[in-house]
C-alpha cells in the first residue's frame, strides 16, 4: 500500500477509534490523536526522503489505484509529484502541531479530537487525492468539523456570525467548483468518462476542450476555488473565521486547507483551459493586487492580534494568484512554494497566538505590551514568525515571493511592483507595529509563563524550524516542484496542441540522491 | 397469472384487515402491541419481494394497467421499507395517540399499499386509484391526534388542498382522455406523433401535473407542506415526507417518461421553473423557522425541488440520481424522525434540542447526521444524491445552456439550506444553558436499531454507491427519454 494512504487514513482511523472511547478516558483519547498524527508526519517525511527528485514532470509517485465506483468512473487514486509533495509534508506537520497545541482544551475532548482528526484526515486526503471526486469529498470532509469547533470551541463575542460566515462562504465556492467540475467531466466522451485527474489531463493533452463549454467552466473553477483561497473580494470569511476558531483548527484551516483552491487551479484549471486561462490571469493579476494591497492596509487597522493574522494570510495569497497569473515556469514554481511555506507561517502564527490568548487571555493589540520580558521564547518565535512574514530572507517565504515575483514581472510589470511595495512596505509596517505593541514596553504580567519543556515547545520548533531549513535551502523542494510545474504551464500555454517545439529546459544537474523503489 | 403479480400488495392489505379484525379481540392495553404484529408481516413482506431481481423484464398485466418492472420492484423495498420504519416509530409513539391505535397500523398499511400500486401502474385510471387511496388515508392519518388543535388544522389543510389537487388531476387526466381516447401509458406512448402537438392534451397534461405537484409539495402545491408537517403526529409526518413524496415522484417519472417521453421533451423551461422556484421557495421560506417539524416541512419543498431538477434533466442519469437520492432520503429522514419523535415530546422549537449533546450523544449524532446529510455534505448519502443530480443537470446543460443556470440555483439552495441545518446542529452542539432540560433519554431497542440502519444506510450509500447505482440503472431501464 503507498505511503500516502497511511498518512491521511490514520487520522481517520484515530476518529474512528475515538468513537468507541468512553468520554472520560482523556489521556487515552489524547494519546491516541498525537500517536496518529505523528505517524503520518513521520511517514510523510520519509516519504519526502524516499521521493525520486530525479523523473521529470507528469509522472507520479507512491501511486495506488482503486475502482471505487466504476459506472460513474470514481476511482481511488493517491499519488503524488512535485506539486503535491510539499504541501503533504506540510500538511502532516502542521496536523501534528495543531494536534500538540490542543493540550489547553478542556471541554468534551471526545468531540474535538474526533472532529480535529477528521479534519485533519480530510485535509491530508485531499491533498493526495488523483481522482476528482475524492479530492472534493475529502475537502468537504473538513467542513463541519470547522463549522462546530469555532461554535463549540472558538473564542470572542462574534464566533456564531464567523461559524456561519465561513461555513457558507466555503460552500459556495465548494460548490461552484463541483459544478465545474462535473461539467469538466462530462467533457470527456461518453464511456470514458473518469474522474481520474491523470486520465483527464492526458485526454486534454490531445483534445481540445469546447469552446463553449470551456467559457463556463473556467470561471466557475476560478472563483469556486478562489473564494477556497479568500481571493479578493472574496476573503471577507477569512480573518473573521480564524480570528474566533480554536487554534488548532485556524491552524490546519489557513495552514494547509485553504492551499486547497490554488493546488485545483495549478492542477486542473489551467492545464487543461488554456484558453479561457489565457484571458482570466488578466483578470486575477489585478485581483490579487486586492490581496496583497488593500487587505494589507485593513491589517494595519487591526487591533485584534488574531484578526491582524487573519488578513496578512489574505495578503499572502495574493502573491500566490499573482504567482499562477503569470503562467510561467518560474512563477508557479514560486507559489507552491509560498502554498508550502504559508503554510507553515500561518500554522506557527495561529499556534503562537493561541498560546499568548491562553496565557494573556486577551488578543487586543492595545492591551498587551511588554511580553517579551516574560514569554522570551514564544516571543522570539513570533518574532521570527512576523519577520518571515515581511518576506525576510532566510525564511521559506522568501525564495517564494522573489521567484513570484521574477516570474510575473515580464507580464505584469505594473502588478509586480505594486506587490512588491505592499508586501515589503505595508506587510513590514503592520508586522512591525505589531511588535512593538505585543512585544516591546513596559508592562508587568504576572502569572504568565513561557513555553518550557520539550513538549510544549515541540510544535513552534517543528514549524519554525521547517520554515527556516526551506528558507535555507528552498532547492529541497524547488527542483521537484519545477519539474511538475513545466508539464503544467507547458499545457497552459496551448504549446502542445500548436505542435510548437518544447520549451526549452534549463540544463540542471541530476539530483544526487540514490533513486529507491518508491514502493 | 394476473393476480401473482401483486402478492406483495395483497399481503399488504390482508395484513391490514388481519390488524383490524384482531384488534376486535385484542384488550385495550395490548393493542399498541398489534404494531409488532404488522411490523412482523412486513419484514416478511420484505424479505418476498427479495426474491425478485430488479434487472427484471417487465410484464404487464390486468389489461395492461398494472406493470411489473424494475423499477416497481425496487419501489416496492422502498415504500415496505419506510413503512416499516413508520410502523416502528408508531409503536414508539403509541402513548402520545389517545385510541385507534390499531387503525393506525391498519392505515399505514393501506396508504402503503397504494403507494405499492403507484409505482407499478400504467394507466391513469390506476394511478388515480393509487394516489386517492395514499392520500385518503392520509387524510385521516395526519389529523390522529385528535385532541392536538395543530393536528385538527393540519388535517383540515391537507384535506382542503388534497380535494383541490384531486380535482385537478382528475380534470386533467378527463383532457387527456378526451385528446387522446386513452388511458393506457403504452398507448399514449404509441400514438406519439398525433398527439405531440395537440394543445389539448398539453393542457390536460399541464392539469394532471399540477395535481401531482401536491403529492411531492412541489410549486404550485407546496402550500399545505409546513403547516401539515407541523401538525401531523412525528411518525405521519416522517411518512409522508418519505414515502408519499418517493410515490409522487415514481408517478412522475411513470407519466412523463413512459407515457408521453415525447412531450416531456419539449418541457425544458418548465422544468427550469418549476424546480427552481420550488427550490428557492422552500429553502428561503426555511430560514425564519424556529419549529423543528415546520422547518422540516419546507425544507422538504426544496428537497422536492432538487428532486426535480432530476426529472429536468430529462435524461437516464437525471432519472437514476432522483431514485437514488429518494433512496438517500428514507434513510436520512428516517433517523431525523426518529429522533424527533423520541427528544420533542414536549416542544418541537429548535431551541428545545440545546444540549442533547449531553442528554444522549448517539441521537445528537443522529440528528446532525441527518442535517448533514440533507445539506449535501460528504459523506453521507446527500451528497452522493446531489453530486448524482447536479451531474444530470450539468449534462443536459451541454444542450441548453440555461441549464447552467439551474445547477446555479441549485448552489445558492443549497448553500441557504445550510444555514438552517446547521442551526439545527448548532443547537445540539453548543453548550447548552443551565436549567434546561438535562434528563438522559431512553431509547428502546427497536428505535436503537432502526437508528442504527439508518445511519448505516446514509454513510453506506455516501461511500459505497457503486451497488446501488447498479440497482438504480436497472430501475430505470423501463423509462425513455
Given at each position: 500500500m503507498s505511503p500516502l494512504t497511511y498518512i491521511f487514513a490514520l487520522p481517520l482511523l484515530a476518529a474512528l477509534l475515538m468513537v468507541f472511547i468512553p468520554r472520560n478516558f482523556r489521556f487515552v483519547i489524547r494519546i491516541l490523536a498525537l500517536a496518529a498524527t505523528f505517524a503520518s508526519m513521520i511517514i510523510a517525511v520519509v516519504m519526502f526522503g524516499n521521493y525520486n527528485g530525479g523523473l521529470s514532470g507528469g509522472h507520479f509517485q507512491f501511486e495506488q489505484k482503486h475502482l471505487w465506483a466504476p459506472s460513474l468512473g470514481i476511482g481511488y487514486h493517491v499519488g503524488v509529484d512535485g506539486i503535491n509533495l510539499g504541501l503533504i509534508v506540510m500538511g502532516a506537520i502542521v496536523a501534528f502541531a495543531a494536534t500538540c497545541v490542543s493540550?489547553?482544551?478542556?471541554?468534551?475532548e471526545k468531540e474535538f479530537y474526533i472532529l480535529l482528526m477528521l479534519m485533519a484526515g480530510g485535509i491530508l486526503g485531499a491533498f493526495t487525492s488523483l481522482d476528482l471526486f475524492c479530492f472534493y469529498f475529502f475537502h468537504e470532509l473538513a467542513l463541519v468539523p470547522t463549522f462546530i469547533m469555532i461554535g463549540v470551541w472558538g473564542q470572542g463575542e462574534n464566533k456564531n456570525h464567523a461559524a456561519f460566515q465561513i461555513t457558507l462562504y466555503l460552500s459556495v465556492g465548494a460548490l461552484l467548483v463541483l459544478v465545474g467540475l462535473l461539467a469538466l467531466y462530462l467533457q470527456l466522451p461518453v464511456g470514458s468518462r473518469t474522474f481520474d485527474i491523470v486520465g483527464i489531463t492526458d485526454y486534454f493533452k490531445t483534445h481540445t476542450i469546447a469552446a463553449a463549454a470551456e467559457r463556463w467552466i473556467f470561471p466557475l473553477l476560478l472563483f469556486g476555488f478562489g473564494i477556497l483561497v479568500s481571493l479578493w473580494p472574496l476573503h471577507t470569511w477569512a480573518p473573521q473565521g480564524y480570528g474566533s476558531a480554536p487554534p488548532a483548527t485556524a491552524m490546519l484551516h489557513a495552514g494547509v486547507l485553504k492551499k486547497f483552491g490554488l493546488y485545483g487551479l495549478i492542477r486542473i484549471a489551467l492545464p487543461i483551459m488554456p484558453a479561457q486561462a489565457e484571458k482570466w490571469v488578466f483578470v486575477l493579476a489585478f485581483l490579487c493586487l486586492g490581496n496583497i494591497v488593500y487587505c494589507g492596509l485593513v491589517a494595519i487597522r487591526q487591533r485584534n492580534l488574531n484578526l491582524l493574522i487573519g488578513y496578512s494570510s489574505v495578503a499572502h495569497m495574493g502573491f500566490a494568484f499573482l504567482g499562477i497569473a503569470s503562467l510561467t515556469t518560474i512563477g508557479i514554481t514560486g507559489t507552491v512554494m509560498i502554498m508550502v511555506a504559508h503554510g507553515f507561517l500561518a500554522a506557527l502564527s495561529f499556534a503562537l497566538s493561541g498560546y499568548l490568548h491562553e496565557e494573556t487571555k486577551t488578543l487586543d493589540m492595545d492591551k498587551m505590551g511588554g511580553l517579551l520580558r516574560h514569554l522570551p521564547f514564544v516571543g522570539t518565535v513570533m518574532i521570527m514568525a512576523m519577520m518571515a512574514g515581511c518576506g525576510?530572507?532566510?525564511?521559506?517565504?522568501f525564495p517564494g515571493e522573489a521567484m513570484v515575483l521574477f516570474g510575473s514581472w515580464d507580464k505584469f510589470a505594473v502588478v509586480a511592483g505594486l506587490a512588491v511595495w505592499g508586501g515589503l512596505v505595508i506587510g513590514g509596517v503592520y508586522m512591525l507595529r505589531a511588535i512593538r505593541a505585543v512585544w516591546h514596553g513596559e508592562k508587568a504580567w504576572p502569572g504568565v509563563s513561557d513555553a518550557v519543556g520539550v513538549w510544549r515547545r515541540l510544535p513552534f520548533v517543528l514549524l519554525v524550524g521547517s520554515l527556516i531549513l526551506l528558507g535555507c535551502f528552498p532547492r529541497l523542494l524547488t527542483d521537484s516542484i519545477q519539474d511538475s510545474v513545466e508539464p503544467v504551464v507547458v499545457m497552459a500555454s496551448g504549446l502542445q496542441k500548436l505542435a510548437l517545439p518544447p520549451v526549452k529546459r534549463t540544463p540542471r544537474t541530476p539530483r544526487p540522491r540514490p533513486v529507491t523503489n518508491p514502493n | 397469472m394476473n393476480l401473482l403479480l401483486i402478492i406483495p400488495e395483497i399481503s399488504v392489505i390482508g395484513l391490514a384487515l388481519a390488524i383490524l379484525l384482531i384488534d376486535l379481540w385484542t384488550p385495550a392495553a395490548a393493542k399498541p402491541r398489534l404494531g409488532w404484529l404488522a411490523a412482523l408481516g412486513l419484514v416478511v413482506i420484505l424479505v418476498m419481494t427479495l426474491?425478485?431481481?430488479?434487472n427484471t423484464v417487465s410484464i404487464t398485466g390486468f389489461s395492461g394497467a398494472y406493470v411489473y418492472d424494475g423499477l416497481g420492484i425496487f419501489f416496492k423495498r422502498f415504500f415496505l421499507t419506510a413503512a416499516l420504519l413508520v410502523v416502528l416509530m408508531g409503536i414508539e409513539f403509541a402513548d402520545r395517540i389517545p385510541l385507534g391505535i390499531a387503525e393506525f397500523y391498519a392505515l399505514v398499511l393501506l396508504a402503503l399499499a397504494g403507494m405499492m400500486f403507484s409505482s407499478a401502474i400504467n394507466d391513469f385510471m390506476l394511478m388515480f386509484v393509487a394516489v386517492e387511496l395514499i392520500t385518503v388515508t392520509f387524510y385521516v392519518l395526519v389529523s390522529f391526534?385528535?385532541?392536538?388543535l395543530l393536528c385538527l388544522e393540519a388535517g383540515v389543510k391537507y384535506l382542503i388542498m388534497g380535494a383541490l389537487s384531486t380535482a385537478f388531476l382528475v380534470f386533467g387526466i378527463a383532457l387527456l382522455f378526451a385528446s387522446s381516447?386513452?388511458?393506457?401509458f403504452s398507448l399514449l406512448a404509441s400514438s406519439a406523433g398525433s398527439l405531440a402537438h395537440d394543445k389539448l392534451f398539453w393542457l390536460g397534461l399541464v392539469v394532471m401535473l399540477v395535481g401531482l405537484a401536491f403529492k411531492i409539495a412541489a410549486f404550485p402545491m407546496q402550500m399545505w407542506a409546513p403547516d401539515v408537517y407541523q401538525g401531523a403526529p412525528t411518525p405521519v409526518t416522517a411518512f409522508l415526507a418519505v414515502a408519499s413524496k418517493a410515490a409522487g415522484f415514481v408517478i412522475l417519472l411513470r407519466v412523463l417518461f413512459v407515457a408521453v417521453p415525447y412531450v416531456a421533451r419539449q418541457w425544458e423551461t418548465l422544468f427550469i421553473i418549476v424546480a427552481g422556484i420550488t427550490i428557492l421557495y422552500g429553502n428561503l421560506c426555511a430560514i425564519p423557522q424556529r419549529n423543528l417539524k415546520r422547518l422540516l416541512g419546507y425544507s422538504s419543498i426544496a428537497q422536492a425541488g432538487y428532486l426535480l431538477l432530476g426529472i429536468a434533466a430529462l435524461n437516464r442519469d437525471g432519472a437514476q440520481a432522483v431514485v437514488y437520492y429518494l433512496l438517500g432520503y428514507l434513510f436520512t429522514l428516517g433517523a431525523v424522525f426518529v429522533v424527533i419523535g423520541l427528544v420533542c415530546r414536549e416542544s418541537e422549537d429548535v431551541g428545545a434540542l440545546a444540549g442533547l449533546n449531553q442528554r444522549s450523544p448517539v441521537l445528537a449524532a443522529a440528528l446532525a447526521m441527518g442535517m448533514i446529510s440533507l445539506g449535501g455534505i460528504p459523506p453521507l448519502a446527500g451528497f452522493a444524491g446531489k453530486f448524482l443530480l447536479i451531474k444530470a443537470v450539468v449534462e443536459h446543460a451541454a444542450f441548453d445552456p440555461r441549464y447552467y443556470y439551474l445547477a446555479l440555483v441549485m448552489v445558492a439552495g443549497v448553500v441557504i439550506s445550510l444555514y438552517y441545518y446547521f442551526g439545527v446542529v448548532r443547537a445540539i452542539y453548543w453548550p447548552a444553558t443551565p436549567g434546561e432540560n438535562n434528563a438522559p433519554i431512553h431509547i428502546s431497542p427497536p428505535m436503537k436499531i432502526s437508528l442504527a440502519v439508518c445511519m448505516a444506510g446514509m454513510v453506506y450509500l455516501g461511500l459505497f454507491p457503486n451497488a446501488v447505482l447498479t440497482a438504480t440503472a436497472d430501475a430505470v431501464k423501463a423509462l425513455k427519454f
Open positions: 493540550r489547553k482544551i478542556a471541554t468534551r525576510l530572507p532566510g525564511f521559506a517565504n | 426474491a425478485d431481481s430488479v391526534q385528535r385532541g392536538r381516447s386513452a388511458t393506457n
